[in-house]
């Protein structure tokens, strides 16, 4: 069975730090470009990052650019997301996701939840 | 970076009815649009790519179309476990921006 589980969620204050992790099983995760989404409470979906099958070739959104950082080992099977100067705004359920081969994202974990609060 | 929008925000409609969601890029994306399905309390699921290619196990009676700016998810049918919100999300480049979303309640 295609599984990704994240984990590494919990309740911040603003200006502190974060690494999610997400671990794949049942598919070649070393083949596979690797996102995370994220969605606020009530809010829509948003784009976060992305990461290449080799970790070489990273993208970010604007909201997050400069204080996220996307990174990946294929023998772990696992994808992290290591989020820095944490504003309530990046409050959240962070979803890992894999990338289909035909593009699209086809799997998702079931999230994981930050909170940024003081 | 290229905007997505949706409309409508929100739509009612009967069972058996056909639906149509627009989805619409800022900027000339060819057909690399996908589609999302998220039910209430749920995790996203994954249901077109290349804007009208089906997903494997995605029932027959939703359909996608379009290209360059106008993207179009039809359900033809609306069945009452299609209450759900709808993402169209580009992915030409990064950012994989999605719309903001068209809720699908039934009437």
């Known amino acids: 069975e295609v599984q990704l589980v994240e984990s590494g969620g919990g309740i911040v204050q603003p200006g502190g730090s974060l690494r999610l992790s997400c671990v794949a099983s049942?598919?070649?995760?070393?083949?596979?470009?690797m996102h995370w989404v994220r969605q606020g409470p009530g809010k829509g979906l948003e784009w976060v990052s992305r990461?290449?099958?080799?970790?070489?070739?990273?993208a970010y959104a604007d909201s997050v650019k400069g204080r996220a950082t996307i990174s990946r080992d294929n023998a772990k099977k696992t994808v992290y997301l290591q989020m820095n100067s944490l504003r309530p705004e990046d409050t959240a359920v962070y979803y890992c996701?894999?990338?289909?081969?035909?593009?699209?994202?086809?799997?998702w974990g079931q999230g994981t939840t930050v909170t940024v609060s003081s | 970076d290229i905007q997505m929008t949706q409309s409508p925000s929100s739509l009612s409609a009967s069972v058996g009815d056909r639906v149509t969601i627009t989805c619409r890029a800022s900027?000339?994306?060819?057909?690399?649009v996908a589609w999302y399905q998220q039910k209430p309390g749920k995790v996203p699921k994954f249901l077109i790519y290349?804007?009208?290619r089906l997903h494997s196990g995605v029932p027959s009676r939703f359909s996608g179309s379009g290209s360059g700016t106008h993207f179009t998810l039809t359900i033809n049918g609306l069945q009452p476990e299609d209450i759900a919100t709808y993402y169209c999300?580009?992915?030409?480049?990064?950012?994989?921006?999605f719309g903001p979303g068209t809720k699908v309640e039934v009437k």
């Open positions: 999300q580009k992915y030409d480049d990064s950012p994989w921006t």
């Open positions: 049942g598919f070649s995760f070393e083949t596979k470009w």
């Open positions: 900027q000339d994306i060819s057909q690399y």
């Open positions: 290349r804007t009208s």
């Open positions: 990461i290449k099958t080799d970790g070489s070739i990273t």
């Open positions: 996701t894999k990338e289909g081969d035909y593009y699209g994202l086809d799997v």
